[in-house]
């Protein structure tokens, strides 16, 4: 990095910190705290809830994915605009009617207190610990490509996250959460113009992409119906759709955002607008990765991403074995380099036999390629038993650092520290109210005053900021980061979602059904992760699903538990 | 600054501030959904 990328990096985050401590000066009660007074407009609350589902982790890893995997990461997210419309329909309105700080706080008026204990606990838990993810996931690729030391990075992003979350409360994370948007969009887009031009001149825009088509990196579509399919057409749209409505519905990082907004109207704008361009967002962060891995076929590659384990290897016993496979994949990458300019040529020239014949090389070279990068893999886990061998976390990242222009390295880690600190932040304010709310308020402090609630909502955020340091110092060997974060929500978002649905929608229904019901839910999505292989997007199924069914039936005449609904369900 | 009064519909509820009313924002929505959907799939047909 040189000093203009340092420049760069440090205005952009001394500007987020002093901004956020600036916006959220004012907070004398919990409104003010918690709910930003109730002031935000619509494309505050939107650019605020994009960019706390847009941790750094979606920036570092996607592009990756996009690289080994294909676009068809994509489909993931087809659930999300329909949940925005389910949302804005029923969730809005009526937690704005209730005047709640919390979507647990719903949870009570509905059922009971046990049941919205239950749901802020599952939160608390599952948050506490993605949060320390947020934070580690860019520290430990920062950490590696850099240099910097992992311990100092977790504490430095920690730490600038905890001052302007713990002054400012919600208007600090909003207001921050706007321009952190911002930052981000501007880094992805240079990313991309950057990529483009980096294509050799003989290569034109249209020629890459279908060289990334050829080599099956934009795949965004898939209606093959497989349970063990990870990301396909029907996935993505059903487990996608479970998955969004329980974390933009019941999940306060995301619930407190728009619950920010002025009105019922600007914080359903918000969530429709985050439905409408979320999509295509992640279209464009996809198709980054695929426009690397078409520069990639162009330029010598390492064979291993990560340099610290690439160096661990070359200082061990096996590092003869890694060079003849170095030697090896260089080979390859150059054989494979002239079937493309074959295939291009042939294009060119509409010679489709010959254009089939290259393609089928290529095709061939590139399993040769992949093989030889699974047996460096295998090298990389001898060497350090701890590792998982899996460098997809460090494919964008190499690739910013090594061909990106100076200042732009800059605003690209800029926009990682951005997005981590955006969804940090916004965690961290839902764990603090969470924690003040419906836990110290509703059982120990119930008569305190707002100045004395405000004081202590600001110690929560520290000492969750702290804990959050705390784990993301243990957290290892996660495979994909972004596919490790996924899949630890969806180990509890089914059954928070269960819990809601029935809320709002079965009024026969009382708190203690609900509470046993949730529990036979949680451990039903237990027992798939623990015991089948079944993808981690039907968890939200199963676990929502297995919530209402066994909620329902405890309430059946012989099996009834708990009062019936209170008249609050929309 | 908050917002003005808005117009409300004969449920009671505030107009959007585009379209006629909010289910026809909901529909926006839902439209633009299936309409990248089929655009995906036809770049994927098409550059596969």
Request: charged share 15%; hydrophobic share 50%; glycine share 8%.
């Given at each position: 990095?040189?000093?203009?990328?340092?420049?760069?990096?440090?205005?952009?985050?001394?500007f987020?910190?002093?901004?956020?401590?600036?916006?959220?000066?004012?907070?004398r009660?919990?409104?003010?705290?918690?709910?930003?007074?109730?002031?935000?407009?619509?494309?505050?609350?939107?650019?605020?809830?994009?960019?706390?589902?847009?941790?750094?982790?979606?920036?570092?890893?996607?592009?990756?994915?996009?690289?080994?995997?294909?676009m068809?990461?994509v489909?993931?997210?087809?659930?999300?605009?329909?949940?925005?419309?389910?949302l804005?329909?029923?969730?809005?309105?009526?937690?704005?009617?209730?005047?709640?700080?919390?979507?647990y706080?719903?949870?009570?008026?509905?059922?009971?207190?046990?049941?919205?204990?239950?749901?802020?606990?599952?939160?608390?838990?599952?948050?506490?610990?993605?949060?320390?993810l947020?934070?580690?996931?860019?520290a430990?690729?920062?950490?590696?490509?850099?240099?910097?030391?992992?311990?100092?990075?977790?504490?430095?992003?920690?730490?600038?996250?905890?001052?302007?979350?713990?002054?400012?409360?919600?208007k600090?994370?909003s207001?921050?959460?706007?321009?952190?948007?911002?930052?981000?969009?501007?880094?992805?887009?240079?990313?991309?113009?950057?990529?483009?031009?980096?294509?050799?001149?003989?290569?034109?825009?249209?020629?890459?992409?279908?060289?990334?088509?050829?080599?099956?990196?934009?795949?965004?579509?898939?209606?093959?119906?497989?349970?063990?399919?990870?990301?396909?057409?029907?996935?993505?749209?059903?487990?996608?759709?479970?998955?969004?409505?329980?974390?933009?519905?019941?999940?306060?990082?995301?619930?407190?955002?728009?619950?920010?907004?002025?009105?019922?109207?600007?914080s359903?704008?918000?969530?429709?607008?985050?439905?409408?361009?979320?999509?295509?967002?992640?279209?464009?962060?996809?198709?980054?990765g695929?426009?690397?891995?078409?520069?990639?076929q162009?330029?010598?590659?390492?064979?291993?991403f990560?340099?610290?384990?690439?160096?661990?290897v070359?200082?061990?016993?096996?590092?003869?074995?890694?060079?003849?496979?170095?030697?090896?994949?260089?080979?390859?990458?150059?054989?494979?380099?002239?079937?493309?300019?074959?295939?291009?040529?042939?294009?060119?020239?509409?010679?489709?036999?010959?254009?089939?014949?290259?393609?089928?090389?290529?095709?061939?070279i590139?399993?040769?390629?992949?093989?030889?990068?699974?047996?460096?893999?295998?090298?990389?886990?001898?060497?350090?038993?701890?590792?998982?061998?899996?460098d997809?976390?460090?494919?964008?990242?190499?690739?910013?650092?090594?061909?990106?222009?100076?200042?732009?390295?800059?605003?690209?880690?800029?926009?990682?520290?951005?997005?981590?600190?955006s969804?940090?932040?916004?965690?961290?304010?839902?764990?603090?109210?969470?924690?003040?709310?419906?836990?110290?308020?509703?059982?120990?402090?119930?008569a305190?005053?707002?100045?004395?609630?405000?004081?202590?909502?600001?110690?929560?955020?520290?000492?969750w900021?702290?804990?959050?340091?705390l784990?993301?110092?243990y957290?290892?060997?996660?495979?994909?980061?972004?596919?490790?974060?996924?899949?630890?929500?969806?180990?509890?978002?089914?059954?928070?979602?269960?819990?809601?649905?029935?809320?709002?929608?079965?009024?026969?229904?009382?708190?203690?059904?609900v509470?046993?019901?949730?529990?036979?839910?949680?451990?039903?999505?237990?027992?798939?992760?623990?015991?089948?292989?079944?993808?981690?997007l039907?968890?939200?199924?199963?676990?929502?699903?297995?919530?209402?069914?066994?909620?329902?039936?405890?309430?059946?005449?012989?099996?009834?538990?708990?009062?019936?609904?209170?008249?609050?369900?929309? | 600054?908050?917002?003005?009064?808005?117009?409300?519909?004969p449920?009671?509820?505030?107009?959007p501030?585009?379209?006629?009313s909010?289910?026809?924002?909901y529909a926006?929505?839902?439209?633009?959904?299936?309409?990248?959907?089929l655009?995906?799939?036809?770049?994927?047909?098409?550059?596969?």
């Open positions: 990095m040189r000093s203009y990328d340092w420049l760069v990096l440090v205005a952009s985050l001394l987020i910190v002093v901004y956020g401590v600036w916006k959220g000066r004012r907070n009660d919990l409104d003010g705290y918690i709910l930003g007074d109730r002031s935000m407009r619509w494309y505050t609350v939107a650019f605020s809830i994009m960019a706390t589902q847009a941790s750094a982790i979606t920036f570092i890893s996607t592009p990756g994915q996009a690289y080994v995997d294909g068809r990461f489909q993931f997210y087809f659930g999300l605009p329909l949940a925005m419309v389910v804005s329909i029923t969730a809005v309105p009526l937690y704005r009617r209730l005047k709640v700080y919390t979507a706080e719903y949870l009570e008026h509905r059922f009971d207190v046990k049941v919205r204990s239950l749901a802020a606990i599952l939160f608390l838990v599952q948050r506490g610990l993605a949060c320390g947020t934070i580690y996931a860019p430990v690729v920062l950490s590696v490509l850099l240099g910097w030391n992992l311990h100092v990075t977790n504490l430095v992003i920690g730490a600038l996250v905890i001052v302007y979350t713990a002054a400012g409360g919600t600090a994370v207001h921050t959460n706007f321009w952190q948007m911002v930052i981000i969009l501007g880094g992805l887009l240079t990313t991309l113009a950057i990529a483009v031009a980096l294509l050799p001149e003989s290569v034109s825009f249209t020629e890459a992409v279908h060289v990334a088509g050829r080599m099956g990196r934009l795949n965004a579509i898939d209606f093959s119906f497989d349970w063990n399919n990870r990301y396909n057409f029907w996935s993505g749209i059903i487990g996608g759709f479970f998955l969004a409505l329980s974390y933009f519905g019941t999940d306060q990082s995301q619930v407190g955002r728009y619950l920010s907004g002025q009105s019922v109207t600007q359903r704008l918000g969530l429709l607008f985050n439905g409408m361009v979320k999509v295509p967002m992640q279209f464009v962060i996809l198709f980054v695929a426009m690397v891995f078409v520069v990639h162009f330029h010598e590659t390492p064979i291993h990560n340099p610290v384990e690439t160096r661990r070359e200082a061990s016993l096996l590092a003869g074995e890694f060079r003849v496979l170095q030697a090896e994949h260089d080979a390859l990458t150059e054989a494979k380099r002239a079937e493309i300019e074959a295939l291009l040529e042939a294009r060119r020239a509409g010679d489709r036999a010959a254009e089939a014949s290259a393609a089928t090389s290529i095709d061939s590139h399993a040769q390629v992949l093989d030889v990068r699974l047996q460096a893999r295998d090298i990389v886990r001898q060497v350090n038993p701890g590792s998982d061998g899996n997809v976390n460090y494919i964008f990242l190499s690739f910013v650092l090594a061909s990106l222009p100076v200042g732009v390295i800059g605003l690209v880690l800029a926009m990682i520290f951005a997005a981590s600190m969804s940090t932040a916004s965690e961290l304010n839902a764990l603090a109210s969470t924690t003040i709310v419906d836990i110290y308020r509703r059982f120990w402090k119930r305190r005053s707002d100045q004395h609630l405000v004081v202590v909502s600001k110690l929560a955020t520290v000492i900021g702290a804990l959050a340091i784990f993301a110092e957290a290892n060997r996660l495979g994909s980061l972004v596919e490790a974060v996924n899949i630890l929500g969806s180990l509890f978002y089914g059954t928070i979602l269960g819990i809601f649905l029935l809320a709002f929608y079965v009024k026969r229904v009382g708190g203690t059904a509470f046993l019901g949730a529990l036979a839910g949680e451990i039903a999505v237990v027992f798939c992760f623990v015991a089948t292989d079944i993808s981690f039907w968890y939200n199924v199963v676990g929502c699903l297995g919530t209402i069914a066994c909620a329902i039936m405890f309430s059946l005449p012989g099996g009834r538990r708990g009062r019936p609904a209170r008249s609050v369900t929309s | 600054m908050r917002e003005p009064e808005r117009p409300t519909t449920e009671g509820e505030e107009q501030p585009i379209g006629r909010w289910r026809v924002l926006i929505v839902i439209g633009n959904l299936a309409l990248l959907i655009l995906f799939y036809a770049f994927t047909r098409a550059f596969s």
